[in-house]
């Protein structure tokens, strides 16, 4: 089994920071990775303004999709709502888990409402904090949506709705044995040092990033087996003690 990879950006909005972002685009385009772009629809969270409203957000979006790159549906207002960590139980804050289903149903058309007014049509489910229950997968399913980003698999697989998941499970490049990894990245806040450090892991991995359509492809009929089970648990507890062990050391520093 090869070790393959994508890359994906979350919070992309008119009010990112720009500065950075024409950086990364340079670089992604130089050595031709096609990444998914998480986009807000229709961002309401203070928490991402790093620049002044870019008036032409739109066009770059269409042009992005235009160059092959991936656009994904990331939320709708960007706001949580609840404390409900969701299926995937990664943080404590959703802007869909634990709503009602009517809920659910008006904000994923709201925002399928607003990609269509811009002729975008994004191809994955991206949800704000990770969070998203049973319900909001329902409500995609039944909206046409058909795949989701998210889950710490080592490889696609379909759920029982034929949602086909792809995991994330990286916040970074790291050299993994085999398996298909997601590195999820959020450029807001980087500095020139952060910028040249993705430009050499980019490098670095060139050779083994994928596009997500290439994915789609590969592992479109793939059913879930126990090896997806067990691999899934391994990754979630890891994720857990390392955060454990952030605050345990945290705390000792005070």
């Known amino acids: 089994m090869l ?29 031709g990775v096609e990444p998914i772009l998480a986009v807000v629809p229709d961002n309401r969270d203070p928490n991402l303004t790093f620049d002044w409203p870019e008036p ?4 770059r979006v269409r042009r992005w999709q235009a160059r092959g790159w991936t ?4 939320g709708y207002h960007h706001r949580y709502e609840t404390g409900d960590a969701g299926i995937v139980g990664r ?34 489910w991206v949800a704000p904090a990770h969070s998203f229950d049973a319900i909001t997968l329902e409500e995609l399913a039944e909206q046409g949506v058909r795949f989701v980003s998210d889950g710490y698999s080592l490889l696609p697989h379909l ?14 490049f790291r050299r993994m044995p085999f398996g298909l990894w997601t590195v999820c990245l959020h450029h807001n806040r980087w500095t020139a040092a952060e910028v040249f450090e993705f430009r050499e892991r980019l490098k670095q991995y060139r050779a083994r990033i994928a596009n997500f359509r290439q994915v789609v492809e590969t592992y479109a009929e793939r059913q879930p087996r126990l090896a997806d089970r067990l691999s899934s648990e391994s ?4 994720r857990s003690l390392r955060r454990m062990l952030g605050h345990a050391m945290g705390n000792a520093a005070l």
């Open 91 to 124: 943080y404590r804050c959703s802007e869909f888990a634990g709503l009602s289903r009517a809920a659910q149903r008006r904000k994923i058309a709201a925002a399928l409402d607003v990609f269509a007014q811009e002729g975008v049509a994004p191809e994955v």
């Open 235 to 238: 990754i979630r507890l890891a």
């Open 3 to 31: 070790t393959r990879y994508l890359v994906r950006f979350d919070d992309i909005c008119p009010t990112m920071n720009w500065t950075v972002w024409r950086q990364v685009e340079d670089a992604l385009v130089e050595e």
């Open 56 to 59: 032409r957000f739109w066009n």
């Open 71 to 74: 656009i994904g549906l990331h």
């Open 159 to 172: 759920d029982a709705r034929g949602l086909l998941w792809v995991p994330q499970q990286l916040g970074g």
